[in-house]
C-alpha cells in the first residue's frame, strides 16, 4: 500500500526539475531532428531519428541515477547491431559505416552524469587504479592523433567509455540486491540472445542474410540454414560468444544468478555460445568458471563441481543430437590438437610476423592503428592491421612498451583488490570471486584478442566493478564493525543506501 502512495506522491522540486529538463532536451531533439531530416537524405534522417530513440532513455536514466541504466546500455550493446542490419536491409544498401554503430558507445558515455556527480566521493584505493589508465590512454591519444587521426578518436572512445564503469560502481551507492538484479538482468538478456541465435542458425532471417552477402567477412560461413557461424543480434560471432560467455560464467556458478528460466537458462545459453563457434569464449568461460571454483570455499568447491559435471553431462548429451552437429563436434574436437589447427597456426605466424615491430617502434603506434578504428582513415575498409588476434601484442602496439607495462601493472593490482576480498561464504563475497575470475579470464583471452575495448570492455568493466562494489562494502563493514556501529543496510563506501528508481 505504502508502494502505491508513493506512485502517487507528489514529485519533489528535483525530480520535477529532471523531469523537466529531460523533456526539454526531447522538444530540442525532435526539432533538431525535423531539421535535419529537410537537410539530409532519407537514410541518414531514419539514423538520427533512431539513434535519438535509443539515447534519450539512457540519458533520462543517468539524469535519475536510475540503477537500470547499465541493463538497458546492455541491452543496447545487444540490440544495435541487429537494429542497423535491418535498417540496412529496408532501405536495400548496406553501408559499412553508420551513425547506429555509435549508439553504445554514446549510450555508455550516458554514465558520466552521475560519475561527475559524484566523483569526489571516490575511495582512494579505487582513484589510483583510474589515474594510471588514463595517463596510458592520453599518451596513446596524443601519439595516434599525430599519425592516425581521427581514427584514434573512435579509439579512445572504446577504451575511455567502458572504463567508466569502474567509476560509476566506486561513487554509486549499491545494496547486495541491486548487483543481483543487475546480473540478472544480464543474464536474462543473454537468453534471449541465445534464443535469437539459434533461431539464426535455424531459419537466417533475410536481413541477417543480407549482410551475410555485403560484408565480405568469409569467417562467419554461409547465409544458409546450419551454414552460418552464428552471430546473433551482435555484430559478429566473437562479440556474440564473448557476450554470452560472459554472462554463462555466472548463471552456472550461482543458482541466484540464472534469471527467469532457470537450468534451461543455462543449457539455451550454452546451445548459443557452442553454435557460434568462437573458442576463444570457451576457453574464457572454462577458465572463469575454474578460477571461481578454486577460490571458494571448500563446501562450495563440491557444490560447484557438482553443477559443472551436470552441465557438461547435459551437454554432451545434447550437442550431438542438434542439427549440423558433425561441424559442431568438429569444432569442439580440435580444442585437444590444437597444434593441427590452421587457426591456431595462423596466429602463431602473426605473432611471429607482428612481434619485429615492437622492438622496432618501442614507444607505440598510438590509437587508432589497430581494430575498428583503422576504417575512419582508410576510405570506410579496414587497414593493415584492421584484424588483430593478439591482446597482449596489440596492448603493447598501441601504448609502447612503457604504457604496456603500466597497463598490466594496473591489472595486476586491481587483480590483488579483488581477490584479497573474495574470502567468505555470504553473498557479497560472491561478486568479489566472480569479478576477480572474470579478469583473470580476460588475461588469458588475450592470445586471442583484446578484451578491454568495445562491448568486451563493457562486460569486463561491468563484472569487475561489482566486484569494486563488494570490496568497498566490506572494508566499510570492517570499519563500522571496528568503531561498534550498529547494523545497517549494506552499501559502498559508507554511503547511506539512495532508492532511486
Not at 112 to 135: E, G, Q, W, Y
Not at 256 to 278: E, N
Amino acid at each position: 500500500m505504502k508502494t502505491i502512495r508513493a506512485l502517487y506522491a507528489a514529485p519533489t522540486t528535483q525530480q520535477a526539475a529532471v523531469f523537466a529538463l529531460g523533456g526539454a532536451v526531447f522538444l530540442f531533439l525532435a526539432l533538431a531532428i525535423g531539421f535535419a531530416s529537410a537537410k539530409l537524405g532519407h537514410y541518414e534522417s531514419v539514423q538520427i531519428a533512431i539513434l535519438t530513440a535509443i539515447l534519450f532513455p539512457a540519458f533520462m536514466l543517468a539524469l535519475v541515477e536510475s540503477r537500470h541504466i547499465v541493463p538497458y546500455i546492455l541491452l543496447v550493446w545487444a540490440v544495435c547491431p541487429e537494429i542497423r542490419r535491418i535498417a540496412d536491409w529496408l532501405e536495400g544498401s548496406y553501408h559499412s559505416v553508420s551513425l547506429l554503430s555509435m549508439a553504445p558507445l554514446l549510450a555508455s558515455a550516458m554514465l558520466a552524469v552521475p560519475v561527475l556527480a559524484r566523483i569526489h566521493r571516490i575511495d582512494p584505493s579505487v582513484r589510483k587504479l583510474i589515474v594510471v589508465p588514463t595517463v596510458v590512454l592520453a599518451y596513446g591519444s596524443l601519439l595516434g592523433l599525430a599519425h592516425n587521426g581521427t581514427g584514434a578518436i573512435y579509439d579512445l572512445a572504446n577504451y575511455l567509455i567502458p572504463l567508466l564503469l569502474i567509476p560509476y560502481f566506486a561513487v554509486t551507492p549499491f545494496e547486495r540486491k541491486d548487483q543481483e538484479r543487475l546480473i540478472v538482468a544480464y543474464t536474462n538478456i543473454a537468453v534471449l540472445v541465445a534464443v535469437y541465435g539459434i533461431i539464426q542458425y535455424i531459419f537466417v532471417p533475410a536481413w541477417d542474410a543480407f549482410w551475410m552477402e555485403h560484408v565480405e567477412m568469409n569467417s562467419i560461413g554461409k547465409p544458409e540454414p546450419l551454414e552460418i557461424r552464428v552471430f546473433s543480434t551482435l555484430n559478429s560471432p566473437g562479440p556474440a560468444g564473448m557476450f554470452m560467455a560472459t554472462a554463462l560464467a555466472p548463471m552456472i556458478v550461482e543458482r541466484k544468478w540464472r534469471g527467469a528460466l532457470g537450468w534451461f537458462g543455462v543449457l539455451l545459453v550454452a546451445v548459443g555460445l557452442i553454435i557460434t563457434l568462437v573458442r576463444s569464449s570457451w576457453v574464457m568461460l572454462v577458465v572463469i568458471v575454474a578460477v571461481y571454483v578454486a577460490i571458494s570455499s571448500g563446501r562450495q568447491k563440491w557444490r560447484l563441481l557438482a553443477q559443472l559435471g551436470a552441465v557438461t553431462a547435459a551437454l554432451t548429451w545434447l550437442v550431438p543430437k542438434l542439427p549440423g552437429a558433425q561441424g559442431l563436434v568438429a569444432r569442439l574436437n580440435t580444442m585437444t590438437a590444437i597444434q593441427d589447427d590452421y587457426s591456431y597456426n595462423e596466429r602463431l605466424d602473426f605473432f611471429h610476423m607482428v612481434f619485429p615491430l615492437i622492438k622496432g617502434q618501442p614507444q607505440g603506434l598510438g590509437l587508432g592503428s589497430i581494430g575498428v578504428g583503422t576504417k575512419l582513415g582508410n576510405g570506410g575498409a579496414l587497414g593493415q592491421f584492421g584484424v588483430f588476434d593478439n591482446g597482449f601484442v596489440a596492448i603493447f602496439l598501441t601504448f609502447g612498451v612503457i604504457g604496456g607495462v603500466l597497463f598490466f601493472w594496473t591489472l595486476w593490482l586491481l587483480g590483488k583488490l579483488l581477490i584479497s576480498r573474495t574470502s567468505g561464504a555470504d553473498g557479497s563475497a560472491a561478486y568479489g570471486r566472480l569479478a576477480a575470475a572474470s579478469l583473470i579470464g580476460s588475461v588469458v583471452c588475450l592470445m586471442f584478442e583484446n578484451g578491454y575495448t568495445g562491448l568486451r570492455g563493457f562486460l569486463q568493466w561491468m563484472v569487475v566493478g561489482l566486484g569494486v562494489v563488494t570490496q568497498q562494502t566490506i572494508a566499510h563493514r570492517r570499519r563500522r564493525t571496528a568503531d561498534g556501529a550498529t547494523d545497517e543496510p549494506e552499501s559502498v563506501a559508507g554511503q547511506a543506501p539512495v532508492r532511486v528508481p
